[in-house]
């Protein structure tokens, strides 16, 4: 039996039977017109593993314009995939020292109507959910199910997004907190990050050609510990079926990638030109990374996963099923468009003049 939205694709074309298609296009978000499902409804081929009969999602309400404008997201190494209900109420971990530190910056709130392009006329074409890393200046913080790499227990390894690095040596204090805000994250800091000369922070490239990250966090909402294991193993299954290789686990960048960036001794600008190198060879890799996070909002429409590419493009995916998964690794991480029917908003994701997210 085909899924109602394949049959309307096959008779009608899917761009009738989904606006969302040409608002996204209006704004050079590059997207699919295929099914986001990969099987028939109920699934004929036997092998996705599907989520509890009674597992009530909200499948009505428009999912574009669910997710806050933000500068920049980290994901704290913890090496779990649930927390407290809030990650922040345990006061010795990262994620709160570094929660105290970014209260202290006052970052300022994000202008009203940053998001949207201008349309060529000298006007703003406004799409709520999407919207680029200068629209705001709040930093979203998550903990990550990924182990440190780091030697020394009470420091963590952090990714940065949509930067597309990994800052080690991170100490699971005040300090360190302040640390990572000053060398990695503040708002006004570009990619290259600050180098503190006084600092054991270490950073490197993420060696992956896209970072998944799956909400699984159980203490707020059980539907995503459901969820999160479920998706983790289709996304692992669909990838390898692929040929790419799908890790849980961060491997030390030092076998892969060299030196930190802090210790190669050359100038601002041939850092900057070596990180775009680096990001395009993670592009080319065939390497997904896939970790579990907590709360990022939303769990009515579990399973909830974000997904960032090198390009520096985040998006939001929202009901994702394990009868989504091929569709999304085939279309999303291998092709770089984006399922609108998935869609819950992203980041950097309007990319003029580029047929992909994959692009530049």
């Known amino acids: 039996m085909l899924s109602l939205r394949r049959l309307s694709s096959l008779v009608f074309g899917f761009e009738e039977?989904?606006?969302?298609?040409?608002?996204?296009?209006?704004?050079?978000?590059?997207?699919?017109?295929?099914?986001?499902?990969?099987?028939?409804?109920?699934?004929?081929?036997?092998?996705?593993?599907?989520?509890?009969?009674?597992?009530?999602?909200?499948?009505?309400?428009?999912?574009?314009?669910?997710?806050?404008?933000?500068?920049?997201q980290i994901v704290i190494s913890t090496g779990k995939s649930d927390w407290e209900r809030d990650i922040t109420d345990n006061r010795s971990s990262l994620a709160a020292h570094f929660s105290d530190v970014s209260h202290r910056a006052n970052v300022p709130k994000p202008s009203p109507g940053a998001k949207g392009r201008t349309n060529g006329?000298?006007?703003?074409?406004?799409?709520?959910?999407?919207?680029?890393?200068?629209?705001?200046?709040?930093?979203?913080?998550?903990?990550g199910s990924h182990r440190t790499i780091c030697q020394e227990d009470d420091h963590e390894t952090v990714l940065v997004f949509p930067d597309y690095k990994m800052v080690t040596e991170v100490r699971r204090s005040m300090q360190g907190a302040e640390d990572l805000w000053e060398g990695a994250v503040k708002p006004d800091l570009d990619r290259k990050g600050a180098f503190l000369e006084k600092s054991f922070l270490k950073t490197w490239v993420l060696p992956y050609s896209c970072v998944i990250l799956i909400c699984s966090h159980k203490k707020r909402d059980n539907r995503c510990g459901i969820a999160a294991p479920k998706l983790e193993h289709a996304f692992i299954k669909s990838l390898e079926a692929q040929g790419w290789d799908?890790?849980?686990?961060?491997?030390?960048?030092?076998?892969?990638?060299?030196?930190?960036?802090?210790?190669?001794?050359?100038?601002?600008e041939e850092r900057e030109e070596n990180i775009a190198a680096q990001l395009r060879e993670s592009a080319d890799s065939k390497r997904a990374l896939i970790v579990k996070v907590s709360h990022v909002g939303g769990h009515k429409y579990a399973g909830n996963c974000i997904i960032y590419t090198p390009s520096g493009s985040g998006l939001w995916y929202g009901r994702v099923t394990p009868h989504d998964v091929d569709s999304v690794v085939e279309n999303?991480?291998?092709?770089?468009?984006?399922?609108?029917?998935?869609?819950?908003?992203?980041?950097?994701?309007?990319?003029?003049?580029?047929?992909?997210l994959n692009d530049w």
């Open 246 to 268: 799908a890790d849980t686990e961060i491997e030390h960048p030092s076998l892969t990638m060299g030196p930190p960036l802090e210790d190669l001794p050359v100038t601002p």
């Open 121 to 143: 006329k000298g006007g703003r074409v406004a799409v709520n959910g999407l919207f680029n890393t200068s629209d705001s200046a709040r930093i979203s913080v998550l903990n």
């Open 332 to 356: 999303t991480l291998i092709k770089g468009l984006v399922l609108p029917p998935l869609l819950r908003g992203g980041i950097n994701l309007s990319r003029p003049n580029c047929k992909s």
């Open 17 to 72: 039977t989904d606006p969302l298609c040409g608002t996204l296009r209006a704004v050079d978000v590059p997207v699919s017109s295929a099914d986001c499902r990969s099987c028939s409804d109920p699934c004929d081929l036997g092998h996705h593993d599907a989520y509890p009969r009674r597992f009530d999602i909200d499948m009505d309400t428009q999912m574009l314009g669910t997710v806050k404008p933000y500068h920049r």
